[in-house]
């Protein structure tokens, strides 16, 4: 099925003749064209679990370990080192690696920043008391 104009087929795709391998050499056509490095080509989808060409690698998220620093610096480290190693990740191809790093360093740069702030809301409230039971003590003399 042509055409009028002499193009490609219309309608569905033919069948892929009995022993033609796709993309690779067909004694009767002779060697296809391939994109390189294994790339799919225009206006193919990606590989299944593979980003599209271009894609660009998650946010490390590298400000909730730096955050973290200030607050509670114990939690601050795992949080820093994955989030360190996201892009590095990425380039390898480690891409649902990557992705578990990146949640990872949020993960524990929430929990650095929670506990120190928690910490430090306790210290400011002991603080508050002890200036509360001293001003009482000095007050009642």
Known sequence: MTTPYGGPPSGPNPQQPYGQQPGGYNPASGPQPQQPYGQP?????????????????????????????????????????????????????????????????KKWGKIGIIVGASGWALLILFYVIVFVVALGAASSY
């Open 41 to 105: 080509g225009y206006g193919q989808p990606a590989p299944y679990g593979q980003p599209g060409y271009g894609a660009a690698p998650p946010n490390n998220n590298i400000g909730w370990g730096i955050g973290s620093i200030f607050l509670c610096w114990p939690f601050a480290i795992p949080s820093l080192i994955k989030a360190t190693s996201v892009q590095n990740l990425w380039a390898q191809g480690q891409f649902q690696q990557a992705q578990e790093a990146a949640d990872e360093a």
